[in-house]
Structures are given as C-alpha cells and as structure tokens.
C-alpha cells in the first residue's frame, strides 16, 4: 500500500467513527452499550468474512494461529473501547467525549515512543501541538479557558478509561505483520463475540427498535464496524502507531461538518480549528515524506 493510500483510508475511517458517536447517540438510549456491541459485530462478521475471502484470500489456517495476539485485540477494540465509549455516553455530553478523545492522539505518541521506540521529529510534534489546539479550538468554540470549567463525571472517566484501551489497541494492531486486515478484522470480531455472548444472553434484548435505532444500527455495522476498522488496521502497518494516532483529530471535526449536515449551526472557530487539525496532520507526516523521498534519491 503506498503512503496516500493509507493517508485515505485513515481519513475515512475518522469520518465513519464520527458517524458512530452521532448515531450512537440515538442507539444508546434504546439498547445497553454490550447490546448495541454485540449486535454490531455480530452483523459485522458476516460481511468481514466473505469480504476476506473474495479481496485477501487469505490462508484461514495461518490466521487463526495468531488468536492470542487476536484475541488481546477483540478484548481492546472490539469488546473494551466500544462497550466503554456508548457507556459513557449515557453518562456525560458528546461535548465532553469529544474533548477527552481529542487526547488520545498524543496518548498513542507518547506510548509508541516509549514501547515501539518510534521516532517523533521537532516537525512531528509541532504538528501534534498544532491539531489538538485545533480541536480544543472546535469544542469549546473559541473559549478555550472552557476547558477548566467544565465538569467531568462518570461518563469523562470511562472516555479516558476507553482511549488508553484504544491505544494499546492501536499498539498492538502493528505486531499483526503480514496478517490479512480483513480477516483479522474478523477473527477478533468473532472472538469479541464469543467473550460477549453470555453477557449478551443476560441482558434482556428485544428486537423492537424504532426507525431511527434500526438506522443507526445498519450504519455502525458498515461504516464504523467493517469500513473503519479495516482501513485503520491497513493503514497503521505503513504510517506507523504515532502517526495514524495524530488521525483521531479529525474525528472532531468531522462530527462538526456531520452535525452542520443535520441542521445544527457551525461557527467560526469551529472552521478555524478544523484548519488546525489539517495543518497539524500534515505537518505530522511531512518530515517522513522527506526522509522517504531522500533515501530514495540515495
């Protein structure tokens, strides 16, 4: 995969994942955060697998000799950071998970610096510093002392209980080597499943959902569940943990475009963070770029 590529797919998958906090907002308050996973992925799987099947063609065999380090995964990003983010969401305001996710990115840097040992430039932080203020920028609209007053509660805790997760998932996702992405997608889907069962047969679901629940649902099974965790997982084996991390940024600002796109208002800081998170992301990958390009020429 060349290095657009995997640019592109971390770009969408930021868009299908803001998809899922407007959308899991609506879901969340007629189905409990292990129902609305396990649902999820319980659909999810059965595009994962004949999607593997037709574009990788993967050795299945050689796959599912990798369950340990697949199964870490399944516990970490499909069955923790999920459960984790639509509970929060009972608790506390998007506002507020917005604003504790738009950490995560300088979480995943820090933690690959010290466990991958990768290598962040003076270019790279800079462009760090520069898209979290744009975030910060985009969710207090222009006030930034807001970040001090505003309190935090249940829901802010299991946020940042629900982004280390998400980081030690990113981590780990790059030891994945030559595994498929798909298939690995789906094996870690269907061992998320099998962990959540027993939860989910105790858990009383009923099938009766409205419209809108039904909506959201269908669109957290293609977008966030299938599109997004296959070109995350594509796309940090050639950017690299710290990088792609610097990607959840835009998650931010695209929940304000989608939010525009329904009727709500957006304003003139939220546009000017929004040009923060796509400068910093840029500059974050620049120095790299050039490194490339340089040993090429050598």
């Not at 059965?46 to 995964?73: D, N, S, T």
């Not at 208002?265 to 546009?271: A, E, G, R, S």
């Amino acid at each position: 995969m060349k290095k657009y590529q995997a640019v592109s797919f971390l770009v969408l998958a930021n868009l299908f994942w803001a998809g899922n906090y407007v959308f899991g907002k609506y879901v969340v308050s007629e189905m409990t955060p292990i129902q609305m996973t396990f649902v999820r992925w319980l659909l999810a799987v059965l595009i994962l697998f004949p999607l593997a099947q037709v574009l990788e063609k993967p050795k299945w065999g050689q796959v599912w000799k990798r369950w340990k380090i697949l199964l870490i995964m399944s516990l970490l990003g499909i069955v923790g950071y999920n459960v984790l983010l639509y509970e929060a969401l009972r608790f506390t305001t998007s506002l507020n998970a917005a604003l504790v996710n738009s950490i995560n990115p300088a979480v995943i840097a820090i933690f690959a610096v010290w466990f991958l040992k990768e290598k962040l430039s003076v270019t790279n932080s800079l462009g760090l510093v520069i898209s979290l203020f744009g975030v910060l920028l985009v969710l207090t609209h222009g006030a930034l002392l807001q970040i001090f007053t505003i309190h935090y509660n249940q829901g802010d805790l299991l946020m940042l209980l629900a982004i280390t997760v998400w980081t030690f998932y990113t981590l780990i996702g790059k030891k994945l080597g030559n595994v498929p992405p798909i298939a690995a997608t789906a094996v870690s889907a269907t061992l998320g499943l099998i962990v959540l069962l027993p939860f989910f047969l105790t858990s009383g679901f009923s099938c009766r959902l409205s419209q809108t629940a039904t909506i959201g649902i269908i669109y957290i099974v293609l977008f966030p569940s299938v599109c997004s965790f296959v070109f995350w997982n594509s796309a940090i084996r050639v950017i690299g943990a710290s990088k792609a991390g610097i990607y959840l940024n835009m998650l931010t600002v695209f929940t304000a475009l989608i939010s525009l796109i329904l009727g709500k208002p957006i304003t003139l800081p939220q546009i000017m963070g929004g040009v923060l998170v796509i400068i910093g992301v840029y500059l974050t990958n620049r120095k790299s770029i050039v490194k490339t390009e340089a040993k090429v020429s050598a």
